[in-house]
């Protein structure tokens, strides 16, 4: 929604870092998450990070946020074929409720 | 050993009917949601519920009709439906209210209104 911002589409090559971006408007958000949606599929938790944190990292997975700028970023090191997806950047705040992006289409190119 | 499933996977349908979707968690949660994905991939919560008691009722219209006779199982009907209701609408479920942040999505159901 209108909360949570993404660039709709990446293109990377496969092997390379991708780097997925987000900026959010709730300075009281508590946890920030990063899904996955496959093809036809529902949404799968990637990671989530807790707002006192700068930095997750989840094997090829690091999140890093920017508190002060309300800026979330996912980097996938090493991007495969399968991490072709969309991409969905949420917060919650204090009720719990998730504020989804649009999602960001990642489509890796051999 | 599916943990979020729903029923059905696709629904086709016309402009004025009723219709239902079902959900089912097997994970021992206490709290389910539901949400509507539009064409846009735009993600919006519409319902949760908390031990079958209503705890978030977004901005939607009173076609909608969520029904959860326990808390392994959340509903969904939709009276005099609109081709707007096309969408994909996903159930999640999570432990507790306070773990909301836990959510596990069932694979979705694809409503169609012609």
């Known amino acids: 929604g209108e909360d949570v911002e993404q660039s709709l589409f990446l293109s990377v090559r496969e092997g390379d870092s991708s780097v997925i971006n987000c900026t959010y408007t709730d300075s009281s958000s508590t946890y920030l998450y990063w899904y996955k949606q496959e093809p036809g599929a529902g949404l799968q938790l990637l990671t989530y990070?807790?707002?006192?944190?700068d930095m997750k990292q989840d094997q090829r997975l690091t999140v890093l946020l920017n508190k002060k700028d309300k800026h979330l970023s996912l980097r996938i090191a090493d991007t495969q074929t399968g991490d072709s997806a969309i991409y969905f950047c949420?917060?919650?705040?204090?009720?719990?409720?998730?504020?989804f992006g649009a999602g960001t289409t990642v489509t890796v190119r051999a | 050993d599916t943990a979020v499933s729903q029923t059905p996977k696709y629904l086709v349908t016309q402009m004025g009917n009723d219709k239902s979707i079902k959900c089912e968690q097997n994970l021992g949660h206490d709290t389910m949601y539901w949400y509507k994905q539009d064409s846009k991939k735009f993600l919006k919560i519409m319902f949760s519920y908390n031990n079958k008691e209503l705890i978030i009722n977004e901005t939607v219209p009173n076609r909608f009709s969520p029904k959860s006779p326990d808390k392994a199982h959340l509903n969904l009907h939709i009276n005099s439906l609109e081709l707007g209701d096309s969408a994909v609408y996903f159930c999640?479920?999570?432990?507790?209210?306070?773990?909301?942040?836990?959510?596990?999505f069932g694979p979705g159901t694809r409503l169609t209104v012609t």
């Open positions: 990070i807790f707002s006192n944190m």
């Open positions: 949420a917060e919650s705040t204090y009720d719990y409720k998730l504020s």
């Open positions: 999640a479920s999570s432990p507790t209210r306070d773990r909301g942040n836990e959510q596990y």
